[in-house]
């Protein structure tokens, strides 16, 4: 049996844009690296999401909710003050801030609710970081009637008040995490904690398109509809496929989501922006992918923020949500095979362009996003005219107010 | 055979039970860590599993967690820990010692340093608990060509399908997982347990152990009925948690580790 696997590990990737294989491996990527008592919750996981993945009703059921309680698809926006200060290509935005919750996360935590129903659990647990994860899982259960709670960093926790209480007033538990470095990876450490003593009876809703198989492919396919729409929204407004797509990346959902359905578009070029911190050059960062190597956390191998002995490096972001030592392992791929350009936009960068778009669009744009369209901005002057970017706008910023408003030297 | 298989195999002629103690490397330092495996021995322990500290350790309870941040607040790193058993290894050459911990450190390292500076060293078996069989082929080739043992887990979880899997990749012994958590919780289900055992001992060709949870002689001896020996971890750990941050006196080591000596006698005199 194990040679069998190994040998349709090494024959499968004929076309090394459709991983995962059957395993869960992108490239080298990827896999299921779980302590044994939760090989049996990933590997039902994987077979219940392969059956209903082939399985119409479930596809049109996701869209239903996508479409009435999302409130999808979201626009495709023409930012033509941003686009004119840039001074180059046109900027588009995928306006994710205005679904339900928020951001983006909501499309996979609709999906993953299904999931959990179809597999029959009534309990939910996740991760958050920013708590726009943590808010999404906490909507879905409330609608479900599902018990949940929500495992967050107590760094975290004092970062991101807003939102915990958000989660609070929707039922939500949120679980102060104190191990490690309080923040975001120590808050997985603790669910998947939880999921070991509580498996049988509870769901666990990985935020990001990281983890064991088949996290990283479930939640890519859930937020492939964002990548769906922007290509669609592109023929329909630019008359063609924009000249390159811009995502910030920290686990990478958004960013996968929005490039999936581009990925055999050779002429679309890609960007995934990750948190640049302080600048490379000072450590102080979050991006693995730019200043990282490969190994092995949280279920998956992947490039990682780790030191030469292999412990995990703390991390520096001033948005929460990609404060994260990892990457979902299809990025690590698509950065191999140089499909994906990844890049890093500093704390500075990103507050910077934070400030540019509320002022110019009347959008506040969340940090994590605020990445992106800095990354954009640059990238909109070197092309020059007559290009297209679009940039996936992943969440809305009135969470980060209160970071921004500290970081300029404003109390509220 | 294994210097694994010879210790238990001789154990097991004079109708005893594996006693297995697990430490964190370098908790609270390494010059304690040293000290304690002699005293282990001296305890009558019969292997002594060697925690490698990780920054993650998601499969461990909070007790050996704190162990693992109070040995890396030292900076202890995985060669310090594959060099802590060649030191080991001068004054005994007998005692097999198994590194537990997760892949990464491993990986980071790269498989051929480890497998090869971990077999000049003495170790004798490798547990990476986050490394299924599935995804071990290249470090398992390699362990394997070194001639150390490579030790998996089964979980109250594991399918029988699975679970003869993992007993046909597994060498030295198997680790059975007593309960549905993380190492240091409370067992609640013996006789699943020994349902499991059971099952696990008609396809199984390595000894079987149980580890997770075992807090003292009673549950020890509960527990060595239904297989071949025990593990005590978390117990151990919680104990050398109140030991001084550097140069114990012997009394305290002795005192760290008498709940080892105390399971030994236990288990001698229940057979």
Known sequence: MLSKDV?????SNADPLEGPDRLGHFGPYGGMFVGETLVAAVEELAEVYERLAADPDFWEEFHRDLKYYVGRPSPLYFAERLTSAAGGADIYLKREDLNHTGAHKVNNTIGQALLARHMGKTRLIAETGAGQHGVASATVAARMG????????????????????????????????TSGTKTLKDAMNEALRDWATNVDTTYYMIGTAAGPHPYPKLVRDFQSVIGREARQQCLEQIGRLPDALVACVGGGSNAIGLFHPFLHDSEVAMYGVEAGGLGLQTGKHAAPLSDGRPGVLHGNRTYLMTDAGGQIRDTHSVSAGLDYPGVGPEHAWLKDIKRVQYVAATDEETLHAFHDLTRMEGIIPALESSHAIAYAMKLAAELGPGKQIVVNLSGRGDKDIQTVAAIDGIEL | MSRISQVIKTRQASGGKIVVPYLVAGDPDLGTSLR???ALVAAGSDIIELGVPFSDPSSDGEVIQ????????????????????AQFRTTDPDTPVVLMGYLNPVEILGYEQFVNSASEAGVDGVLLVDMPPTESPPLAGMLADAGLDLIFLVAPTTSETRARLIASQCTGYLYYVSLKGVTGAAISDTDSIARNIGLLKTFADVPIVIGFGIKDENSAASLAKLADGVVIGSALVQKIAGLPASDAEDTEIEASVSLIGAIRKRLDQTG
């Open chain 2, 36 to 38: 304690l495996m002699h």
């Open chain 1, 146 to 177: 599902l018990e949940c709670h929500v495992y967050m960093g107590s760094e975290d926790i004092k970062r991101q008040a807003p939102n915990v209480y958000r989660m609070k007033l929707l039922g939500a538990r949120v679980v102060p995490v």
């Open chain 2, 66 to 85: 704190k162990g693992a941040e109070r040995a890396l607040a030292r900076g202890t790193t995985l060669l310090q820990v594959i060099d802590l058993v």
């Open chain 1, 7 to 11: 040998e349709s590990r090494h024959i």
